[in-house]
């Protein structure tokens, strides 16, 4: 039984209803339970009939008839509660474990796209497909079970009425294209709103998400008016589509309704004359009734899922926007490597930001085991240079090898299991400090943890704190000061033992007390280690093997110290610039 090559009057829900051929025995379990519970109304119908018929015996009842009919009747929906708890358990399950897939799908999609593609969208918009889409998806996947059990309880229930009256069957069945129109207008314009809402509530959780983590800069700068403006707005917004989109989903019940309605007025009309002359026996008439009645059911039934289901195709089509997105310059590299033993070459290189020519044709080497200081004003091309080596982005043009080997060749986790960093703004999880050092090397021991929190210097204020190591750090680590986060992010750089170390700019922004105890824990963390490093000081540009100087993304003047500081160069001005001096 193929579910990825069905045809589907829901196209954007093609990929979803694929899911289901993960779980055939579950499906097929509910469509069986689902044609046992459609089955029970037609036949309940079918026994009234025959109740009615034999009560018209009068003396002449038979018995023995009243003894297997209650006993049929509570056998009846003895089946028909277990076939629905059954069934509704089954059908709810198959939605959370098909959504569950989903959202680790999600997950692991926005995790594996490259910087060049997430700096492009809110964290709001994929935090608003986590949950709001695949909410939607899962009501979706749960109708769509509904409408495998709802077509045959029509059809069960058309049968009694034909058995009863085929000609009063074949009449009411005109209606049947007026309900077919209004399925279709009001599902084109559900999912017309359904699409407007979701990009509504995207943006409604972007701001929040914006408002929340900048919520430091929104109260020095009194932001909360104009953000409370600029809410009220998107919600206003995304209000008036959801009323408009109820509004059309609740016309579309009583007008099914009213068709019934005129439907069964015209049976009572017929019924009347068809008894009276002897063609339709009461008994008949009455099941008659009721099935036509009960046929209304389970037309609503679809109706409501016709416009779930639209709810859930606009949904679907946005994840798998997600999902279907591709990595651009990402290249599938198999090439293993575990270390590096000559050098690092950057071959004509040139970095775009989509139109923003970030670098532009750069050219240096760098020797196993060298320090390299990247010198220039901001925006001058030195946080890109580093950005490229573990390939956060791909270069526009040229290419950059390790040990003559192109790193679009090198499997990218053995590729980014060469590097530390250690950065200016030092995030670390909403974790204990243990577990944020231990991310550097998952399989490391407790003792090789502590060993490098001493090395990082972690230790005077690691005692001082509740729970020592196991204290948690709070939200993006804010219940620390900048330099223990910094000393606790070193400490990670000190267990990953990686023979790669960047540091970018990684003691700004650090008192002198902060700064001094950092800087001793850099100077042990860059032994016998290749390290490129975005100067803050003079005795570390001084120091440095190779100094390279940026202006504009272009890399003016490369060289030590002393071959640059003999000659009038852009050097001396970028030390002024950056205040080295």
Known sequence: MSFKNAPTPFPGLKQVIGKFSNHKLRVSCIVV??????????????????????????????????KWVPLALVGLFVISGLAKYFYNTLRRTLSEKIIAGFREELFSKYLSLPLSSTDQKKTGEFL???????????LGIETLTTVLKEPFTFLGLLAVAFYCDWRLTLATLFVAPLVAVLFSRTGSAVKRYSVRNLQNFSELMSLAQESLVGSRVVKVFSLEPHLKNKFATIQDRYLATVLKSIRVQELATPLVELMGASLIAGVIVYAGVATANGSLTPGELIAFIIAIGLAQMPLKELNNAFLKLKNAEAAAERVYRILNEESPGISKSTKRIDSF?????????????????????????????????????????KTSIVNLLPRLYE????????????????????????????TQDAFLFHD?????????????????VDRACTQAYCDDFIKNLPQGIHTLVGDRG????????????????????????VLDEATSNLDSHSEALVQRALKDLTQEKTSFIIAHRLSTVKSADLILVFSNGALVEKGNHEELSKKASQYQEALTLQALN
């Open 478 to 501: 804010m219940m620390l000061s900048g330099g223990e986060r910094q000393r606790v992010s070193i400490a990670r750089a000190f267990l990953r033992k990686a023979p790669i170390l």
């Open 33 to 66: 339970l689902g044609l046992v519970v459609s089955s029970i109304q037609p036949l309940s119908v079918r026994l009234t009939e025959k109740l009615i018929g034999e009560l018209q015996k009068g003396p002449s009842i038979n018995p023995s008839f009243f």
């Open 432 to 448: 204990s400090i243990y577990n944020n050092v231990l991310l550097g090397n998952p399989k490391a021991t407790p003792q090789e």
């Open 128 to 138: 608003s497909s986590l949950q709001n889409d695949l909410g939607q998806i899962s």
């Open 395 to 422: 270069p526009s043009a040229g290419r950059i090898l390790i040990d003559g080997i192109p790193l679009s060749e090198i499997a990218l986790e053995d590729l980014r299991h060469l590097f530390s960093f250690v």
């Open 341 to 381: 033993s000559q050098s690092i070459s950057f071959e004509n290189v040139s970095l775009h930001y989509g139109k923003k020519e970030a670098l532009k044709n750069i050219n240096f080497s760098v020797r196993r085991g060298e320090t390299v200081a990247l010198v220039g004003r901001s925006g001058s091309g």
